[in-house]
T-cell receptor, first 113, second 111 residues
Framework: DTGVSQNPRHKITKRGQNVTFRCDPISEHNRLYWYRQTLGQGPEFLTYFQNEAQLEKSRLLSDRFSAERPKGSFSTLEIQRTEQGDSAMYLC???????????FGSGTRLTVV | KQEVTQIPAALSVPEGENLVLNCSFTDSAIYNLQWFRQDPGKGLTSLLLIQSSQREQTSGRLNASLDKSSGRSTLYIAASQPGDSATYLCAEETSGSRLTFGEGTQLTVNP
């Protein structure tokens, strides 16, 4: 297992377009998280899955954002009708539980022009 | 509201110096505290995880401590090297479902 994998690494899109990111967690990790990080800030929590169930969503996650984790394996994060304020690094992490800490992927850098 | 604060925001030191990065948190009902390293434009690399029942963890030249009563954690880096230059982030987990991050300390180690 090579860790948490995120694709694509970079995405440039025009305002108003939809984008989708993918995260493949470490295979034995049942918990999966999405975070967003803007320049000079720490990552902010977006949403959390345990297996296929989405258990928690931040109020940062507007109606334009949706996340799924079918079959409790990989996850996708979709942003509809992108806005310039959506430009950020989107980070995915997975965990076996709070005793084990989190493993983060390399992130997807989104630029909305 | 949970808050995590890191001081200083930026630090520049000569190679070989020992240094301490500080992290304070407001919620004492902490499950664990984790220190990460982030290189520019990259994801987060986990450095050390301290569970709530522990006082410190060590890995190589790094030592992290946790004091729940004062709401503080420190990351000690011994004999710093230019390759240590990065942003260091601390994060607390209090609910089992999310991490709350500080804004990070940007470290530059000059040769």
């Amino acid at each position: 297992d090579t860790g948490v994998s995120q694709n694509p690494r970079h995405k440039i899109t025009k305002r108003g377009q939809n984008v989708t990111f993918r995260c493949d967690p470490i295979s034995e990790h049942n918990r999966l998280y999405w975070y967003r990080q803007t320049l000079g800030q720490g990552p902010e929590f977006l949403t959390y899955f345990q297996n296929e169930a989405q258990l928690e969503k931040s109020r940062l996650l507007s109606d334009r954002f949706s996340a799924e984790r079918p079959k409790g394996s990989f996850s996708t994060l979709e942003i509809q009708r992108t806005e310039q304020g959506d430009s950020a690094m989107y980070l995915c992490a997975s965990s076996q539980g709070y005793l084990y800490g989190y493993t983060f992927g390399s992130g997807t850098r989104l630029t909305v022009v | 509201k949970q808050e995590v604060t890191q001081i200083p925001a930026a630090l520049s030191v000569p190679e070989g110096e020992n240094l301490v990065l500080n992290c304070s948190f407001t919620d004492s009902a902490i499950y664990n505290l984790q220190w990460f390293r982030q290189d520019p434009g990259k994801g987060l690399t986990s450095l050390l995880l301290i569970q709530s029942s522990q006082r410190e963890q060590t890995s190589g030249r790094l030592n992290a401590s946790l004091d729940k009563s004062s709401g503080r954690s420190t990351l000690y880096i011994a004999a710093s090297q230019p390759g240590d230059s990065a942003t260091y982030l601390c994060a607390e987990e209090t609910s089992g479902s999310r991490l709350t991050f500080g804004e990070g300390t940007q470290l530059t180690v000059n040769p």
